[in-house]
């Protein structure tokens, strides 16, 4: 057996143990510190929305070698064309040999101008596309449409499976969680919002619920019967089914995680731009919050509303109360040495066997009786 998986079944068997549940102010204060640092990308940064959401013209100039110098030229071809209406473009890289230049809506006119300037430049080949404004509000309120009717769908089949409001409301903040973070990373890098990070966004959803629902399922596990129990906590429970999980949830994540970032290394590294990146962004930072929320956030939460019950905390009070006399009883009472217990011989056992006697005196005894005869 290998180290990982000797570890794991250390873990299992709570031979080893990481105190999750007992330690969750410092989880609580972890997530409260980037969730502050999320919610000021917000404010200070806000979203670089894509041209999907906020409409314009699309330019795409097909160029020799897609590189800095070629981003400039671009630019400063717009500029050149005279065209206020434009705005200041967004002007970045789209593979290896082609430049994306988003606009403000223009006119057919405009867009034309624009678009001679660019093959005065140097573009060897350019396409417009013209997006309204109102596509991009349909893309963003059927999102949240969905992130809506999503919430819904996960507090009723929480409370349905596990007979539990309090897992419902932990899984929906640790929900929140994921969504704040990633939403902040996005601020802060300056990535643009696209209908892919939405899609992004919702996937985020369904991968961290069922991360904690598996952990969930094994606290429901542990915990059944637990009143009933003089040895240990429900809180101590709920934390052996977060230790028994824990090999688990970091398999999963480190599988799904790695082609998430050979999506992202090919989306921003290859292709420079594109709804590959904005997508595997998402699912980057989503995936990774999620592991870390049904760890350390959703657990211990969930745990933290059941102890507030009458009855878990009286039972809470007598385990420890239990315990503590115990250890005072072994302090003051010296352990009583192991005796030896009696072992009784059956009767098959208490007869007496029969012996053999070895070759050299079976073969001295006959050669005496021949000498007698």
Partial sequence: MGRVSRFGQHLYEGRVSFDFVGRRKLWYAISAAIIVVAALGFVVRGFNMGIEFTGGVEFTAKVATADDAAIDTMTQAVEDADVPAAGDPVVNTSGSDSIRIHTKSLTQDQASTIEKSLTDAGAQEVSQNLIGPSWGQQVATKALTGLLVFVVIVVLFIWAYFREWRMSAAAI?????????????????????????????????????????????????????????????????????????????????????????????????????????????????????????????????????????????????????????????????????????????????????????????????????????
């Fill in 173 to 373: 903040i640790a929900l929140a969680h994921d969504l704040v973070i990633t939403a902040g990373v996005y601020a802060w890098s300056g990535f643009e919002v696209t209908p892919a990070t939405v899609t992004g966004l919702l996937t985020i959803l369904g991968y961290s619920l069922y991360d904690t629902v598996v952990v969930f399922d094994k606290v429901r596990e542990n915990t059944k019967g637990v009143l009933r129990s003089t040895t240990r906590t429900y809180a101590e429970q709920a934390n052996l089914a977060v230790n028994q999980t824990l090999v688990r949830s970091i398999n999963t994540s480190i599988t799904a995680l790695l082609p998430v970032v050979a999506l992202l290394v090919v989306g921003a590294g290859v292709l420079g731009t594109g709804p590959l990146k904005d997508l595997a962004l998402a699912l980057f930072v989503g995936m990774a919050a999620g592991t870390y929320s049904s760890i350390c956030i959703a657990t211990p939460l969930a745990s933290q509303l059941r102890e507030r019950d009458r009855e878990v905390a009286a039972h809470t009070k007598r385990v420890l109360a239990r315990r503590a006399k115990g250890e005072a009883r072994g302090d003051d009472e010296p352990k009583a040495a192991a005796t030896e217990r009696p072992v009784k011989v059956s009767g098959s056992a208490g007869r007496q066997q029969p012996t053999k006697s070895s070759r050299s005196s079976r073969t001295k005894g006959a050669a005496n009786r021949r000498e007698k005869r």
